[in-house]
């Protein structure tokens, strides 16, 4: 299909294919969420459960890409099953405009392939990959705050959120330094080139590995887990 020549040659026709029989569930369509969404709806990732119980506000608008002036107060997850309705009617979104909680994550997660974590909060982070590892999925973890972000990917066993968050198991932090428009773009891609890099089996994986970004002095360092 010519919609997806651009593809190739980063992927082979046979890889290109069978992202069409995948499912990614997003947990989360704001600022990471959102460009999550474009980039695996614009790949051809056959199924997306787009994950939100917010709806949109004004000061949304400075940096996630589903928000818009017209849709101040309504559904992040609706507004993801019609911006993608526009963008690529060929896959199948499923939003759900519902937080993960321990009533729904089984029906809401089960039959992915993989989940990514869009989510602003180390308690729903910790919560999400508990529920990743009872159902052994492999999930992807982004989080931002001003011009720094970190991604790891996280397999059944790895518990690597664990590491990261050790010290504020029991506490929630806040994010003093904001979320600029560009942070999140940068953070969201490199969750998405994990995600097909699981889907696929190639290439190497964040796993048991934190990539951490500073933009504000250009420097992207790994650290072992």
């Not at 990471?32 to 790949?43: A, D, H, N, W």
């Not at 590892?133 to 059944?156: D, S």
């Amino acid at each position: 299909m010519s919609r997806y020549i651009r593809n190739m040659n980063a992927l082979s026709e046979i890889e290109n294919d069978s992202l069409r029989e995948k499912k990614v569930c997003v947990i989360g369509c704001g600022g990471l969420g959102g460009y999550i969404i474009e980039m695996l709806g614009r790949l051809g990732i056959g199924t997306i459960a787009a994950v939100d119980g917010d709806v949109f506000d004004e000061s949304n608008l400075n940096r996630q890409i589903l928000s818009e002036v017209s849709n101040i107060g309504k559904s992040k997850a609706n507004q993801a099953f019609e911006r993608m309705e526009k963008v690529n009617p060929d896959i199948t979104i499923i939003p759900i405009s519902e937080n993960l909680t321990e009533k729904n994550y089984n029906s809401i997660l089960k039959g992915c392939h993989v989940v990514t974590d869009a989510l602003d909060s180390i308690a729903d982070r910790l919560f999400l990959q508990k529920c990743c590892e009872e159902l052994n999925l492999p999930f992807v973890h982004g989080a931002i705050a001003g011009w720094y972000g970190q991604v790891t990917t996280v397999l059944p066993g790895d518990k690597s959120l664990d590491k990261i968050y050790s010290t504020y198991k029991d506490v929630e932090i806040e994010n003093p330094l904001g979320n600029p428009s560009f942070i999140p773009a940068i953070v969201a891609s490199i969750e998405v080139s994990e995600v097909v890099k699981v889907l696929i089996n190639r290439g190497e994986l964040l796993r048991n590995k934190l990539l951490f970004i500073n933009l504000l002095n250009n420097n992207y360092e790994i650290v072992e887990l």
